[in-house]
T-cell receptor, first 116, second 114 residues
Framework: DAGVIQSPRHEVTEMGQEVTLRCKPI?????LFWYRQTMMRGLELLIY????????DSGMPEDRFSAKMPNASFSTLKIQPSEPRDSAVYFC??????????????FGAGSRLTVL | AQSVSQHNHHVILSEAASLELGCNYS??????LFWYVQYPGQHLQLLLK??????LVKGIKGFEAEFIKSKFSFNLRKPSVQWSDTAEYFC????????????FGRGTSLIVHP
Protein backbone atom coordinates (compact mmCIF):
# COMPACT_ATOMS: atom_id res chain seq x y z
CA ASP A 1 0.00 0.00 0.00
CA ALA A 2 1.28 3.47 -0.88
CA GLY A 3 0.08 4.93 2.40
CA VAL A 4 -1.84 8.15 2.81
CA ILE A 5 -1.16 10.38 -0.17
CA GLN A 6 -1.43 14.15 0.03
CA SER A 7 -1.06 16.82 -2.59
CA PRO A 8 0.36 19.30 -3.10
CA ARG A 9 3.40 18.88 -0.85
CA HIS A 10 4.08 22.60 -0.94
CA GLU A 11 1.80 25.47 -1.81
CA VAL A 12 2.66 29.14 -1.85
CA THR A 13 -0.18 31.50 -2.55
CA GLU A 14 -1.23 35.06 -2.02
CA MET A 15 -3.73 36.25 0.51
CA GLY A 16 -7.27 36.01 -0.80
CA GLN A 17 -6.66 33.10 -3.11
CA GLU A 18 -8.46 29.78 -2.84
CA VAL A 19 -6.42 26.81 -1.68
CA THR A 20 -7.41 23.18 -2.13
CA LEU A 21 -5.54 20.40 -0.40
CA ARG A 22 -6.14 16.80 -1.37
CA CYS A 23 -5.88 13.47 0.38
CA LYS A 24 -6.15 9.84 -0.62
CA PRO A 25 -6.50 7.61 2.43
CA ILE A 26 -5.35 4.03 2.72
CA UNK A 27 -7.78 1.72 1.01
CA UNK A 28 -10.14 0.11 3.48
CA UNK A 29 -9.66 2.70 6.20
CA UNK A 30 -12.99 3.94 7.51
CA UNK A 31 -11.75 7.09 9.23
CA LEU A 32 -10.12 10.16 7.73
CA PHE A 33 -8.72 13.07 9.69
CA TRP A 34 -7.44 16.52 8.80
CA TYR A 35 -4.91 18.07 11.19
CA ARG A 36 -3.10 21.39 11.13
CA GLN A 37 0.37 21.80 12.63
CA THR A 38 1.85 25.14 13.63
CA MET A 39 4.65 26.15 15.95
CA MET A 40 2.27 28.12 18.13
CA ARG A 41 -0.59 25.64 18.49
CA GLY A 42 0.98 22.28 17.82
CA LEU A 43 -1.16 19.60 16.17
CA GLU A 44 -4.84 20.53 15.96
CA LEU A 45 -7.65 18.30 14.73
CA LEU A 46 -9.73 20.21 12.19
CA ILE A 47 -12.30 17.63 11.14
CA TYR A 48 -12.76 13.90 10.80
CA UNK A 49 -14.91 11.63 8.69
CA UNK A 50 -16.25 8.15 9.27
CA UNK A 51 -17.36 6.25 6.18
CA UNK A 52 -17.23 9.51 4.19
CA UNK A 53 -19.54 11.32 6.61
CA UNK A 54 -18.21 14.33 8.55
CA UNK A 55 -18.53 13.50 12.23
CA UNK A 56 -16.89 16.40 14.04
CA ASP A 57 -15.88 19.67 12.43
CA SER A 58 -15.62 21.66 15.64
CA GLY A 59 -11.93 22.18 15.03
CA MET A 60 -12.43 23.99 11.75
CA PRO A 61 -11.29 27.54 12.54
CA GLU A 62 -13.96 29.44 10.65
CA ASP A 63 -16.24 29.46 7.65
CA ARG A 64 -13.35 30.02 5.30
CA PHE A 65 -12.45 26.37 5.83
CA SER A 66 -14.45 23.51 4.36
CA ALA A 67 -13.79 19.82 3.88
CA LYS A 68 -15.45 17.18 1.78
CA MET A 69 -15.15 13.48 1.26
CA PRO A 70 -17.14 12.59 -1.87
CA ASN A 71 -16.03 8.96 -1.78
CA ALA A 72 -13.96 6.54 0.28
CA SER A 73 -10.76 7.28 -1.59
CA PHE A 74 -10.65 11.06 -1.73
CA SER A 75 -11.00 14.08 0.50
CA THR A 76 -10.36 17.79 0.08
CA LEU A 77 -9.72 20.62 2.48
CA LYS A 78 -10.47 24.02 1.01
CA ILE A 79 -9.60 27.46 2.31
CA GLN A 80 -11.34 30.39 0.66
CA PRO A 81 -10.19 33.09 0.95
CA SER A 82 -6.79 32.24 2.38
CA GLU A 83 -5.03 34.46 4.93
CA PRO A 84 -1.39 34.59 6.12
CA ARG A 85 -2.39 33.09 9.48
CA ASP A 86 -3.46 29.93 7.63
CA SER A 87 0.19 29.19 6.89
CA ALA A 88 0.88 25.77 8.40
CA VAL A 89 1.47 22.15 7.58
CA TYR A 90 -1.79 20.33 6.96
CA PHE A 91 -1.78 16.60 7.60
CA CYS A 92 -4.27 14.04 6.46
CA UNK A 93 -4.46 10.76 8.36
CA UNK A 94 -6.57 7.65 8.10
CA UNK A 95 -7.31 4.69 10.33
CA UNK A 96 -9.15 1.41 9.99
CA UNK A 97 -12.16 0.54 12.01
CA UNK A 98 -11.19 0.79 15.61
CA UNK A 99 -8.46 -1.54 16.71
CA UNK A 100 -9.33 -2.70 20.19
CA UNK A 101 -11.21 0.49 20.82
CA UNK A 102 -8.75 2.99 19.53
CA UNK A 103 -7.89 4.79 16.36
CA UNK A 104 -4.32 4.13 15.28
CA UNK A 105 -3.55 6.78 12.71
CA UNK A 106 -1.41 6.61 9.59
CA PHE A 107 -0.39 10.07 8.50
CA GLY A 108 0.35 11.45 5.09
CA ALA A 109 3.47 13.46 4.32
CA GLY A 110 1.66 16.74 4.81
CA SER A 111 0.99 19.82 2.70
CA ARG A 112 3.02 22.86 3.66
CA LEU A 113 0.96 25.98 2.96
CA THR A 114 2.44 29.46 2.86
CA VAL A 115 0.09 32.38 2.38
CA LEU A 116 1.85 35.63 1.55
CA ALA B 1 -12.55 17.29 27.82
CA GLN B 2 -9.39 15.28 28.08
CA SER B 3 -6.03 16.94 27.68
CA VAL B 4 -2.47 15.74 27.18
CA SER B 5 0.51 17.55 28.65
CA GLN B 6 4.07 17.19 27.50
CA HIS B 7 6.14 19.15 29.93
CA ASN B 8 9.39 19.22 27.99
CA HIS B 9 9.05 21.34 24.89
CA HIS B 10 12.68 21.15 23.89
CA VAL B 11 15.28 18.60 24.92
CA ILE B 12 18.93 18.64 23.86
CA LEU B 13 21.12 15.63 24.54
CA SER B 14 24.44 14.21 23.51
CA GLU B 15 24.64 10.79 21.90
CA ALA B 16 24.56 7.89 24.37
CA ALA B 17 22.69 9.95 26.95
CA SER B 18 19.51 8.51 28.43
CA LEU B 19 16.16 9.97 27.47
CA GLU B 20 12.90 10.37 29.31
CA LEU B 21 10.06 12.46 27.88
CA GLY B 22 7.11 13.16 30.10
CA CYS B 23 3.46 12.75 29.16
CA ASN B 24 0.50 13.24 31.45
CA TYR B 25 -3.18 13.09 30.62
CA SER B 26 -6.26 14.31 32.39
CA UNK B 27 -8.88 11.59 32.40
CA UNK B 28 -9.80 9.04 35.00
CA UNK B 29 -11.33 6.41 32.78
CA UNK B 30 -9.85 3.70 30.61
CA UNK B 31 -7.40 5.10 28.12
CA UNK B 32 -5.34 3.99 25.17
CA LEU B 33 -1.96 5.66 24.90
CA PHE B 34 0.38 6.36 22.01
CA TRP B 35 3.68 7.91 21.15
CA TYR B 36 4.19 9.18 17.61
CA VAL B 37 7.47 10.44 16.18
CA GLN B 38 8.03 13.00 13.43
CA TYR B 39 11.52 13.00 11.93
CA PRO B 40 12.65 16.25 10.28
CA GLY B 41 10.67 16.90 7.14
CA GLN B 42 8.61 13.74 7.50
CA HIS B 43 5.13 12.76 8.61
CA LEU B 44 4.15 11.42 12.00
CA GLN B 45 4.68 7.71 12.55
CA LEU B 46 3.53 5.46 15.34
CA LEU B 47 6.37 4.69 17.76
CA LEU B 48 4.48 2.54 20.26
CA LYS B 49 1.06 2.07 21.80
CA UNK B 50 -0.55 0.80 24.97
CA UNK B 51 -4.02 -0.72 25.08
CA UNK B 52 -3.92 -3.06 28.07
CA UNK B 53 -1.76 -5.64 29.81
CA UNK B 54 1.89 -5.11 30.69
CA UNK B 55 2.26 -1.39 31.47
CA LEU B 56 5.80 -1.42 30.08
CA VAL B 57 5.54 -1.21 26.33
CA LYS B 58 8.38 -1.80 23.90
CA GLY B 59 8.42 0.10 20.64
CA ILE B 60 10.62 0.44 17.61
CA LYS B 61 14.25 1.62 17.67
CA GLY B 62 14.79 0.76 21.33
CA PHE B 63 12.11 3.03 22.71
CA GLU B 64 9.85 2.01 25.56
CA ALA B 65 7.13 3.66 27.57
CA GLU B 66 5.62 2.94 30.95
CA PHE B 67 1.99 3.46 31.81
CA ILE B 68 1.56 4.47 35.45
CA LYS B 69 -2.16 4.69 36.04
CA SER B 70 -1.88 6.28 39.49
CA LYS B 71 0.15 9.13 38.02
CA PHE B 72 -1.84 9.45 34.78
CA SER B 73 1.48 9.22 32.99
CA PHE B 74 2.94 7.50 29.94
CA ASN B 75 6.57 8.55 29.80
CA LEU B 76 8.80 7.65 26.88
CA ARG B 77 12.30 6.34 27.55
CA LYS B 78 15.40 5.24 25.72
CA PRO B 79 18.56 4.24 27.56
CA SER B 80 21.00 5.54 24.95
CA VAL B 81 19.97 8.01 22.25
CA GLN B 82 21.50 8.34 18.80
CA TRP B 83 21.83 11.31 16.49
CA SER B 84 19.15 9.73 14.29
CA ASP B 85 16.64 10.06 17.15
CA THR B 86 16.51 13.80 16.53
CA ALA B 87 12.81 14.37 15.95
CA GLU B 88 9.61 15.69 17.42
CA TYR B 89 7.75 13.31 19.73
CA PHE B 90 4.01 13.45 20.33
CA CYS B 91 2.05 11.73 23.04
CA UNK B 92 -1.60 10.94 22.30
CA UNK B 93 -4.55 9.55 24.23
CA UNK B 94 -7.86 8.05 23.24
CA UNK B 95 -10.68 7.27 25.62
CA UNK B 96 -12.28 3.86 25.67
CA UNK B 97 -16.01 4.43 25.53
CA UNK B 98 -15.51 7.86 24.07
CA UNK B 99 -15.01 9.08 20.54
CA UNK B 100 -11.78 7.07 20.15
CA UNK B 101 -10.28 10.09 18.44
CA UNK B 102 -6.75 10.76 19.69
CA UNK B 103 -5.94 13.94 21.53
CA PHE B 104 -2.33 14.93 20.94
CA GLY B 105 0.08 16.74 23.21
CA ARG B 106 1.99 19.78 21.97
CA GLY B 107 5.04 17.71 21.18
CA THR B 108 8.62 17.63 22.42
CA SER B 109 11.46 18.56 20.15
CA LEU B 110 14.50 16.36 20.74
CA ILE B 111 17.89 17.31 19.37
CA VAL B 112 20.72 14.82 19.76
CA HIS B 113 24.23 16.11 19.21
CA PRO B 114 26.73 13.63 17.75
Amino acid sequence: DAGVIQSPRHEVTEMGQEVTLRCKPISGHDYLFWYRQTMMRGLELLIYFNNNVPIDDSGMPEDRFSAKMPNASFSTLKIQPSEPRDSAVYFCASSPDRVRGANVLTFGAGSRLTVL
Amino acid sequence: AQSVSQHNHHVILSEAASLELGCNYSYGGTVNLFWYVQYPGQHLQLLLKYFSGDPLVKGIKGFEAEFIKSKFSFNLRKPSVQWSDTAEYFCAVTLSGGSYIPTFGRGTSLIVHP
